[in-house]
């Protein structure tokens, strides 16, 4: 894992999931990485009929505020799966 400098405090994984299930309803988000490097899982019923950068740009919009400024904690996202309770794993 690189190293990102950053002034967060606490678990940015956890702010991450947090974020997400705020902002996108009856969302489920799993987040794994660190360094500044994100792969990020949701599934949620509000992406039905939404293509997937649709999908893609609910989460980065629920996750910006991590990803701003030059201490963010957020450096990338390495991966992002966006899908609906529906749709296959």
């Keep these: 894992?690189?190293?990102h400098p950053t002034?967060?405090?606490g678990s940015v994984v956890d702010a991450l999931r947090e974020a997400i299930e705020r902002?996108?309803?009856d969302s489920r988000a799993a987040v794994s990485g660190g360094g500044g490097h994100f792969s990020i899982e949701v599934t949620s019923p509000a992406f039905a009929?939404?293509?997937m950068l649709e999908s893609q740009r609910m989460v980065y919009g629920a996750i910006?505020?991590?990803m701003k400024?030059?201490?963010a904690?957020?450096?990338a996202?390495?991966?992002l799966k966006t899908r609906t309770p529906a749709s296959p794993a």
């Design 7 to 9: 002034d967060f405090q």
């Design 77 to 79: 996202v390495d991966s």
């Design 23 to 25: 902002q996108i309803p």
């Design 1 to 3: 894992m690189s190293s």
């Design 73 to 75: 904690p957020v450096h």
């Design 69 to 71: 400024g030059e201490m």
């Design 64 to 66: 910006a505020h991590l």
């Design 49 to 51: 009929g939404k293509s």
